[in-house]
């Protein structure tokens, strides 16, 4: 891995959100980052402004997509790069959501705030061989309707049939919403998975990894097989550290590192009254 950022330029700007935009990259010379797999990161140079991490949301042979939320100086020039505008890449870090792990199980995919971000390569990967893994259930969690991620293809998936299971909930519906409302735990009833033959993938807020985890550890579902990473967006790589778990940190990065709830978390059971 070179310390040394590699150039890179912006082919397509997309607002998801007022505040969101993703951006699709592609190398201008001949260095090319190693391969990204879902859930790692690179760190992203905003030319004369800074440096932050964040996670692919898309990977294809030669460009990677990283969807961005616009909250400090760094993420808001980056949000502000338009097609030819250029960056600087180092990467891949992490460790990534290890879904070949999972080969022959349910998948469980819980993604709250910016966690569909982290989560989309994973599921992308997971629909492009079905033949591999038992039902794929995607449930995600926004504050309002104006703030799901990738909207058009998460309500795609919702009102089909599946693969996907595809479940959405935000905090404060607007006008015209017709679907759920409350925390993306409370979609977990009408998910198809067996916990003895499921691994768990959680991004989101700590609050909602927390109740996730241990909602999941009450149905059955082996600490060992929640895998768990925080979003959030720092003002630089190392971030600042937010307790994930009774004991245990996990730096707080846009998608953060990917970690067993067996690792950060109460592994044995879950703490009565939660």
């Known amino acids: ?45 905003a030319l004369a402004v800074g440096t932050i991490p964040v996670p692919v949301s898309r990977i294809d042979r030669q ?24 960056v600087g890449l180092r ?3 992490g460790t990534g959501w290890e879904l070949d792990r999972a080969a022959g199980q349910d998948l469980l995919v819980v993604a709250d ?18 033949q591999l893994y038992g039902h794929l259930n995607v449930l995600v969690g926004a504050r309002t309707p104006d703030d799901i991620l990738y909207a058009q293809q ?72 929640i895998r768990v990473a925080l979003d959030g967006f720092p003002d630089g790589a190392a971030g600042p550290r937010e307790r994930a778990g009774p004991g245990d940190a996990l730096p707080l990065g846009h998608g953060g590192p990917v970690n067993g709830w067996d690792q950060v978390g109460s592994p044995s059971s879950a703490p009565p009254g939660t």
């Open 1 to 45: 891995m070179d310390d040394v950022p590699l150039p890179y330029q912006v082919t397509q700007a997309r607002e998801e959100t007022a505040d969101t935009v993703t951006l699709t990259l592609a190398p201008t010379g001949t260095g090319l980052l190693a391969p990204f797999t879902p859930g790692r990161y690179a760190l992203v140079h």
């Open 63 to 86: 460009e990677i997509a990283l969807t961005i939320r616009s909250v400090e100086a760094v993420s808001a020039a980056l949000c502000a790069l338009r097609p030819g505008g250029r």
């Open 91 to 93: 990467g891949p870090f």
């Open 113 to 130: 705030g910016l966690g569909p971000a982290t989560l989309r390569p994973l599921v992308l990967d997971a629909l492009a061989a079905p």
């Open 154 to 225: 998460t309500h795609a998936w919702s009102a089909a049939h599946g693969p996907p299971h595809c479940a959405v909930t935000v905090d404060r519906p607007g006008p015209g919403w017709e679907g759920s409302v409350g925390a993306v735990t409370a979609l977990l009833d009408g998910a198809r998975f067996d916990p003895r033959n499921t691994t768990a993938y959680v991004c989101g807020p700590a609050e909602t990894v927390r109740a996730t985890a241990r909602a999941l550890l009450r149905r059955g579902l082996p600490a060992e097989r």
